[in-house]
Each structure stands twice: as C-alpha cells, then as structure tokens.
C-alpha cells in the first residue's frame, strides 16, 4: 500500500514537472498572433545622458552625479532631445512634468532643484521665470566632480509643456505625471483642453490610476493611459507566472501596456509566441525594453507591440521603418 502510494505520488510529479516543461519550453507559433497595427519606439525622457542604474544618490535621489561620459550634448527633456528623438526614430516621447508656484507646467525630471541645476528647493516653489535662469546642465558628471561637461549647455532650456506641445503637434507623448497631485492634474486638464481634438489623441498618461480614472479620463476623455503601474503589472505578471501561464491575465490587466527587459524573459512560460498570445487575448500590449544594439538586432523580429529605450540614438536605427 505505502509503496503504491509512493508510485502514485510519483507519478503525479513527474506529470506536473512535464507539464511545467511544456509549458516554459514550448515558444508556440506566430501564426497565431494577429499583425499588429503599429510598432511603438518610446523614447524615455528624449535624447539623454544615462546614468549607472543603482548607483545614484539614494539619499536624495540624484541621478546626475553618477552619469556615464556623455556620447552628445542633449539635456533630457529639453526641446532639443525630444526633437532629436524623433529624428532618430521615436514614435513616443516621455516627458515629465512638474508644476510651477505661478501655475505653469514644465517639462523636468526630479522635485528639487539642487541634483541637476544651479538653482535650489523645489520645483513647485518656484516661478517659471526663475526656472528659467537656470542651467539645467549643471549638475551632470561623470567623474566624480572632476569635470562637468553639460556645464552652461543647459541655461534657460527648461520648457513649458505648453512650448513642447506647440513645438509638436502632430507628435504622440506619454507623460509622466510626477508629482501625482490633483493640482497639476488640473493644469494638465487645462492645457490639454486648449488643444483640438487630434491633438489630444496624441497623448497618454502616465499616473495614478485613481487619479486618472476620477479626473483625468472624465475631463480629457481622449487622452488613455499607455502603461499599466507598478503595482497594476506585478498583478498582471503574478497571475500568468503563477498559473503557469494556463490562467492568463486577469481582466484587470485589459487595455493596458506592460514591459520587461528582455533578460527577463528567459523567466516567462511560453516565451515568445504563446506569451504574447496570452497579452493579445487578454487585450493587452507588450513591450520590451531595449537599450543595446545587440538586444536590438536579436529581438528585433519579434512581433511585440512596440519598445521602451533610454538609448533612441543608439538603437532607433533597427526600428525605422
């Protein structure tokens, strides 16, 4: 009895670990996945000098003091980045905004001032015209203070997002509200509804849910959101991990982007095409993150929704059309 126990215990196991083999092994066909209609290239904050992931201030935050050797000489989020983006082969640019002390939007990463500038406090106690004395270029080095090589390159080039709408607008963006307050989610509103119609349609939100759903969704019911959060994508990547991919994603997730480095997808069952089955059948879109050329070249075939990219004048090239 115990040793037929044993057998069927055995049995079972072996069938589970062949079924979770099938299933992390066994890619499928695109056969089964549907054209899509459009390729995104997203290029996050324009063209900018990136820093070494995780070896930022983290008391404060501070990205600039640990930049690597600038390869050019644009300021994210500047006119001139999100320009040169788009020249490179961007289809979406993300911006960040902040909120001024005399009601205006710029176009700026970080909440207070001292990381990037030569100004101090925080954005938002802050006039636009003193933002504008600033050189949002100051604070950028590559080796430890011995040299800063955006210097006096980025005096007086904060924009409104106001200009950058106006510098484009027959361009998409997705932005980024950072601060998340209802205050400049009413600025937001404002200037979105002075915009026609088309070009409302050329934006997507980045924010909190709630926020977007109560206000931002009701007043600007043309603008959608591209991205699902944090939270929102771990739930959605939870469900299908745990389910061993059979359960899909849940209906939480419907009408939602989510993203992933591509290193990470040696982790996800039925990588790619049973996947991304999975993400069109839940009504959902997929994006990888690429920011290497080899990444570019290697995944370039596949049939995802778009990429993410901190590197558009690097890989941009393998997705112009």
Not at 156 to 182: M, N, Y
Not at 290 to 309: N, S, Y
Request: proline content about 5%.
């Amino acid at each position: 009895m115990k040793k037929r126990i044993i057998t069927t215990i055995m049995g079972v196991f072996v069938v589970i670990v062949a079924f979770a083999l099938f299933q992390y092994l066994y890619g499928g066909s695109p056969d089964n996945l549907e054209p899509t209609d459009s390729f995104e290239v997203i290029a996050h904050r324009g063209v900018h000098t990136n820093w070494e992931k995780g070896a930022y201030d983290r008391a404060t935050g501070c990205e600039a003091t640990h930049i690597y050797e600038p390869t050019h000489e644009y300021i994210e989020n500047t006119l001139e980045s999100i320009e040169a983006a788009f020249d490179y082969g961007a289809t979406i640019v993300e911006i960040d905004i902040r909120g001024t002390s005399d009601d205006h939007l710029v176009v700026f990463h970080d909440y207070m001032l001292e990381c990037r500038t030569d100004g101090e406090g925080e954005v938002s106690d802050h006039t636009l015209a003193y933002l504008r004395t600033l050189d949002i270029g100051y604070g950028y080095t590559h080796d430890n203070g011995d040299t800063y090589p955006l210097r006096g390159r980025g005096v007086g080039r904060i924009p409104t997002l106001v200009e950058v709408l106006e510098a484009f607008p027959d361009r998409r963006f997705l932005i980024d509200h950072k601060d998340a307050s209802q205050e400049t989610a009413a600025l937001l509103v404002d200037v979105i509804r002075s915009l026609e119609p088309e070009q409302r349609e050329l934006l997507y939100y980045w924010g909190p849910p709630e926020l977007y759903e109560a206000y931002i969704r009701t007043e600007v019911p043309e603008v959608a959101r591209l991205f699902a959060n944090r939270p929102e994508a771990k739930e959605c990547f939870s469900h299908y991990l745990l389910t061993f991919g059979v359960g899909g994603f849940p209906d939480t997730c419907s009408g939602l982007g989510i993203g992933m480095p591509p290193e990470y997808t040696a982790f996800v069952w039925g990588w790619p095409f049973r996947f991304l089955e999975s993400v069109e059948q839940a009504d959902m879109r997929f994006y990888l993150m690429i920011d290497t050329e080899e990444d570019a070249q290697e995944f370039a075939d596949l049939p995802v929704d778009g990429i993410v990219t901190d590197y558009i004048e690097v890989i941009g090239e393998y997705y112009r059309e």
